[in-house]
């Protein structure tokens, strides 16, 4: 899915354009898995919470405080060859814990103790296994092959596309599961969208510059290396990279942006299934929904209609040949990164080192513990967070989350702009979100997944399978609310609208995020910005469109809902000055959009505001000062300082282009400066003379 349901803190990879409908996957993309197999992992260091020697004491903390927080942290960190972006916190937060996890694999592989460590040693043993994936080549994908070829015309084409997604197929024309019913969030309904393409966003297909103009020719001959490689004649193989070019940008013109998905009243059309049906007759949807294993129904959401109307035109306009070109691409394509190295190598050369700038793979066991966790993460999570999360640190959190709430509650009430009406609508909302800490009450049962010790890519299709069936099986059911959308060992943190409820893996809950062993000014500034984030997530202007129960419906004044937008707009604009990648060669210089990444900077502004009164709090309630000292900082400066340290990050230009277009997040410098410059207590702290870059005259404040 393109759309963006949850609203994470951080994207961790973005290699491909997919967000997908599963749950489980929802936070993921698809990694390179490398041939480096006798790479062995090494303990990696400890984190550390606060670090002054990261400081760059050269610069003026007032001028530019990313600069002063990270400045020497970035110079002696560059981006890893095996690395598109290097966080300080993320990355090597992430890094550990793979590491552990590495290791319960690892004894898993060898010497399973019960039947669920079988089933995941045995799944990442297989992906191990690269002397039985190379010989196996081509072979996992060339059962769909000789499908594709059989279809005589396009009428079989909705049957083929039940069959290649009921074995295993996760990639095709467009996306399609079971969600919350975004006005009813106590339904779980059936619903379309947009899909099918391969580059990460449809303005790679349709801007007319240079620069992408580059990378569509090598995209093509990405095409043509890689259908070689599966036996095709070079003329066959130029055929079938031209016909799927020509159907990608064809769909990519009929794609809503990325902006305009954010709008929920915007991808929100509710159909019958025979309205559907007479809006697109070249596909046989009845036959697609009959034939894929989900029960009947009568009614579904059509995310994207004018995809689906463009879509059937396409349909009738190109030839049955370009169609089965299209259709060998993706399953080619999708399971690339599972199959031998010559498939591996070209793949990761295009859509990792071209795409994203990275300059080598990851070490195979690394992609691996990766692959394992998405596919069967629940399981592999229930050893990992007896060992890594001691019960101490979810007391904690409850503390520190009572404290945020409180002050969010405080700040709603305080806002001059807002009338009592919509502040007590806003109120209830607050008060009812719910919070999710560490991992599942319940576990999900995998039990269905057969793994096969020596066939990798039939067990990623089987994991990819167990997924849908999941997702299928919400259909017309209650929502299950204690359900999870990231695994326990997950560097991340997420808000689900439709829940209306935070969720913080226990894999975020570690230094530099949150220590139990620092003053509470660095952990506000850690783990209670990012909750705070989360909280403020409610409030965007995505989250402001949904109720307390979670419902996409109008609880604003128009008087508060036009004030309120004057804020978010400011907020847009001032982000939207920022510059994202810098020109060089063919390449211009890409500036953040402000509309695509407003929600993402509205929490970042309302979680430092709201974390910085709870730390007030929470010294009050100890009987300290922020202005107390500790190590030559005031508790103030080494909340700012602390905040900072998270966002640290150096990325390739590849990346930063990359993530302008497809990441609602802003890079690190400006979730840094554009957050404190927009909070006055930051200049008081750092006793800033106002009109100063990071204390300015005029600045936005939503929250
Ligand atoms: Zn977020």
New binding site residues.
Partial sequence: MQRFRL????AIVMATACLAQAPQSGQQTEPPVSQNVTARPTPPPEVKSFDAAAIDKNVDPCVDFYQYACGNWLKENPVPNDQVRWVRSFSLVQQRNQYLLWKDLDAAASNPKDALQRQYGDFYASCMDTATIDKLGFDPIRPSWQKIDAMTNIHQLAGLMADLENHGMSDGFFEFGVTQDEKDSSKQIAEVDQGGISLPDRDYYLVDNPHFAEIRAEYVEHMKKMFALAGETPEQAAKDADAVMKIETAMAKSFLSRTELRDPEKVYHIKTVVDFQNMTPNFDFKKYFGSIGIRHFNTLNVATPQFFEAWNGMLASEPLDAWKSYLRWQTLHGQASHLSKPFFDEDFAFFHQTLAGQKEPMPRWRQCTATTDRALGEAVGQDWVKENFPPSAKESMDKLIANLEKSLGQDIQGLPWMSEETQKQAEQKLAVIRQKIGYPEKWRDYSSVKVVRDRFVRNVQQAAIYERNYNFNKLGRPVNEKEWGMTPPTVNA??DPSFNDINVPAGILQPPFFDPDVDPAVNYGGIGVVIG??MT?GFDDQGAQFDAKGNLREWWTPADKTAFKERTECVADEYSGFEAAPAHDNAPTVDLNGHLTL??NT?DNGGLRIAYMALHEALKDEGKSIDEKIDGYTSAQRYFIGFAQVWCQNTRDALARQAALVD??SPGKWRVNGSVQNFDEFGKAFHCTKGQPMYPDKSCRVW
């Avoid at 609203?7 to 951080?10: L, Y």
């Fill in positions: 609203s994470p803190v951080f997420y808000y984030h989360e997530h929600g993402e929490a609602p997040h």
